[in-house]
């Protein structure tokens, strides 16, 4: 696997690579697809997603190790450049099979391959440490551009992307090249936050007119010195430039991407869908948010008003009993009582509740209610008999019990 050059030349920076070279991307253009495999295509993509997923961990280590050593050294240490290359390299890979860019099984390896879709990266480059140190405030700008971008392209219109393949068999060649331009900056971001290039995310729209080369290899992509040259890739698949891509061929290979002008119109397309979806998220997620911040001040709030609640009806039965028969005393107790349980009921009809928990808030504030009412009434009365009579056929043991259920309820409501 080559640490400086992803086409396959030896471990060392070619001849003529620019300092400044940014991450390129050849897409080898649509082709027919069997439509079995765009139909199963996520399915069939599962293996390399969870791979992918997997190593991203370890990418991560590897690429917060390699931030030190940039850091100090003002070059990514050639180790964290193997890596991190053919992580890249494997990711766009997989990515291209997953969007429907072609229909060639990606391998499963982090070298370079012959693939309708191939990223070059030239790591190992020289960097600005300051740059390095702010890697990721340097981001977010990008980063920002990157997920309107996969909200426009790659989520809801991905479905639609889908059944036009799935129905043509192709994918229309618009579709394709604003799908590559969204691609390629996805990986210059990666690129750039991996450290892999000091060259910022641009080109968004794609490159500018291969005319311009006049049919000269871009900077930076030359053939790499020493025998062998670049692997052989048959015959090229690439652009034409009457399709609205360039010159700028190795091997076979294209790597301007010059976009015709209604791929430009679709990533316009793209970048305005992808604010609208992104604020609708945004929205969702500030009120789901909201609702959760609500729920857990809601449970906090019933949990320290009932606090009371549960000890005066845990402990009326010893206070009772410790009055001997006293009227004074159990009518005392039982006011007590009437003025928590009134005290909760008010409390609880406070509470803002979230729907799912308006029920069994309800149903909690009748059972208080009604207790509070009953519990007065016992501290109302002058006599024994009158005592009796009300505390008997009310069951004030089993009131408390159905309190306590209902407040349990009402804890579980919210915690669901």
């Known amino acids: 696997m080559s640490a400086y050059y992803a086409t396959g030349g030896p471990a060392q920076r070619p001849a003529g690579l620019s300092p400044l070279t940014p991450v390129q991307v050849s897409f080898a253009g649509p082709a027919p697809q069997s439509r079995v495999t765009v139909a199963f295509r996520l399915i069939l993509a599962v293996p390399h997603i969870f791979v992918l997923l997997t190593m991203a961990v370890g990418a991560g280590v590897v690429a917060f190790i390699g ?17 991190l290359t053919g992580y890249l390299r494997w990711l766009s890979r997989a990515q291209a099979y997953q969007y429907l860019l072609t229909d060639q099984y990606p391998p499963f390896t982090l070298d370079d391959q012959d693939y309708p879709v191939r990223l070059a990266v030239a790591p190992g480059q020289e960097l600005n440490r300051a740059a390095v140190f702010f890697r990721f405030f340097l981001l977010i700008p990008a980063s920002i551009v990157q997920s309107v971008l996969g909200y426009g392209a790659l989520t809801l219109f991905q479905f639609v992307n889908w059944l036009i393949v799935l129905v043509k068999g192709e994918m229309p060649d618009t579709i394709y090249q604003a799908l590559s331009a969204v691609l390629r900056y996805n990986y210059r971001v990666l690129a750039f936050a991996l450290m892999l290039t000091s060259t910022y995310p641009a080109d968004l729209f794609g ?3 291969p005319a311009g080369f006049q049919g000269q290899v871009p900077p930076g992509y030359g053939v790499p010195p020493g025998p062998g040259g670049l692997p052989a890739y048959g015959g090229p698949r690439g652009y034409v430039a009457d399709g609205g891509y360039g010159a700028g061929a190795v091997d076979g290979r294209r790597w301007l991407l010059v976009l015709s002008a209604p791929a430009r119109k679709l990533m316009v397309f793209f970048i305005v869908f992808g604010v609208v979806v992104s604020a609708g998220v945004s929205a969702y997620r500030v009120t789901t948010a909201s609702d959760q911040i609500s729920t857990l001040t809601a449970a906090i709030q019933v949990t320290v008003d009932g606090t009371p609640v549960q000890i005066a009806l845990s402990s009326y039965p010893s206070d009772a009993s410790g009055c001997h028969g006293d009227l004074s005393c159990m009518t005392a107790v039982s006011r ?38 009953t519990f007065a009434r016992l501290g109302a009365v002058t006599t024994g008999y009158q005592y009796d009579r009300i505390a008997i056929p009310s069951g004030a043991a089993q009131s408390a019990d159905q309190f306590r259920t209902d407040y349990d309820n009402l804890v579980s409501a919210l915690k669901s």
């Open 67 to 83: 931030w030190f050593g940039a850091l100090f050294t003002g070059r990514l240490p050639v180790f964290a450049a193997d890596f």
């Open 336 to 373: 007590k009582v009437a003025r928590t349980l009134s005290t909760f009921a008010g409390q609880l009809r406070s509470i803002s509740m979230p729907s799912r928990a308006a029920a069994a808030k309800a149903t909690l504030n009748t059972t208080t209610s009604d207790m509070a009412a």
């Open 207 to 209: 490159d500018r007119d």
